[in-house]
């Protein structure tokens, strides 16, 4: 299972952090990605990390600006997001890579999805 938080309003400039909570799977062996869809639209991958080599990804509009972690104590994957912009208005999810799966940027790639959360960016 999978539950997001952290979205809301911001203005442009401001930061959020989003957490994605996992229970009912050991993280530590899947990756995990970040999408966001804004309606009208397909879901476009954010960033993902890796499991054990934690290695990561990013979409170019993002690089600079967002940061992926994780934290296996905890289950929870977080995307810190600094410099918002209008144009990151969107519904993110968060969800589990298939197993043996290394970390893409590619819906496909992923087995079980989040409800997501809201973040809107106001200019």
């Known amino acids: 299972q999978l539950v997001e938080s952290g979205g809301g309003l911001v203005q442009a400039g401001g930061s959020l952090r989003l957490s994605c909570a996992t229970s009912?799977?050991?993280?530590?062996?899947?990756?995990i990605g970040w999408f966001r869809q804004v309606p009208g639209k397909e879901r476009e991958g954010v960033s993902c990390?890796?499991?054990?080599?934690?290695?990561?990804d990013y979409t170019d509009s993002v690089k600079g600006r967002f940061t992926i972690s994780r934290d296996g104590v905890e289950s929870t994957v977080y995307l810190q997001m600094n410099s918002l912009k209008p144009e990151d208005t969107a519904l993110y999810y968060c969800?589990?890579?298939?197993?043996?799966?290394?970390?893409?940027?590619?819906?496909?790639?992923?087995?079980?999805w989040g409800q997501g959360t809201q973040v809107t960016v106001s200019s």
């Open positions: 969800a589990v890579g298939l197993p043996f799966t290394p970390c893409a940027l590619i819906p496909e790639r992923y087995d079980s």
């Open positions: 009912g799977f050991t993280l530590d062996l899947y990756a």
């Open positions: 990390i890796n499991n054990e080599l934690r290695s990561t």
